[in-house]
């Protein structure tokens, strides 16, 4: 089996982003606001985006699962207030739960939480407990920068986020470290805020005792990891100087994932990182949609990518395309078992 661990629902009807608009233009004015029933996705809306999206490219590139949450960019969790990020959490949230229950054998849902600026993270505590115990989330996806490329709050380190990291271990589900649109003009959202936040965060992490604290958090930082594994050596000689402990140590905690959009780049995170360590992921239809002119292939076509990695072994491949995903999701794996996969 191939599980690709990061998806999202890019091709939502325009009118589910309309509902948004309009949510966030009123965020001060709540009587005035759309109501959640004015939020209307149809299973055919449903149908029609995945369906011809994820599912279609799903089939074609050849793999068969994907770990689905809302889409990233519409997070914006720097837009209106705790109120407005606590409704469309929740409207998002149910959406994709929607999608699994059509699309039971390729999607499993992941969710996202209700951040916001001016909300301490433990806010967020009720609805990640919704998602997982009631709508069966197997994962979340977690901002370490509400602000939107402004970076103004606590470090994800910080005690501040602390009980939110132990509701996340209570209920033994990973968080992706994944953060949303950008509003910071000098960080364009996909190209520079996603890849500077993976670097940062990891950074924050080798400076810190987090995985001390807490040993049982498993972190996924997507896009291959941002700079980190392209820059290892200066990492490694870093945690020896500054943490005074080898940077091997937050492997037990930390995980990369394949969103890297050439094949040179995948090897080497292959090469780098120990394959037991990293996740096949796409974030197909996201990123980057076109095809490469030299190749004539989708840049987020990353199977291929892997495949092309000769000096992975099978078992190699096997734990990249399914096994570190099962391990890392153990919610995912009993989910799977249950079906008698």
Known sequence: MIIDCHGHFTTVPQSFRDWRARQVDS???PVNAPKVSDCIVTDDDIREGVGNGQLKLQQERGSDLT????????????????????????????????????????????GMLPQSPLAPPKNSIPELRRMVNELGFVGVNVNPDPTGGYWTGKPFTDKEWYPLFEAICELDVPAMVHVAASCNPNFHGTGAHYLNADTSVFMQILQSDLFKDFPTLRLIIPHGGGAVPYHWGRYRGMSLEIAKRPLEGLLDNIFFDTCVYHHPGVELLTKVVPTSNVLFGSEMIGAVRGK????????????????????????????????NARRVYPRLDAHLKAKGL
């Open 27 to 29: 965020a001060n004015d």
């Open 67 to 110: 770990l689905f949450s809302p889409i990233a960019g519409l997070m914006s969790h720097h837009l209106g207030n705790e109120r407005t990020s606590l409704e469309w959490a929740t409207i998002s949230n149910d959406l994709v739960r929607r999608v699994c229950d059509i699309y039971p054998d390729n999607f499993v849902p992941v």
């Open 292 to 323: 490469d002119p030299n190749t004539g292939h989708y840049f987020d076509d990353t199977k291929r990518y892997v495949d092309q990695c000769d000096a992975l072994s099978d078992a190699d491949r096997q734990a990249i395309f399914e096994g």
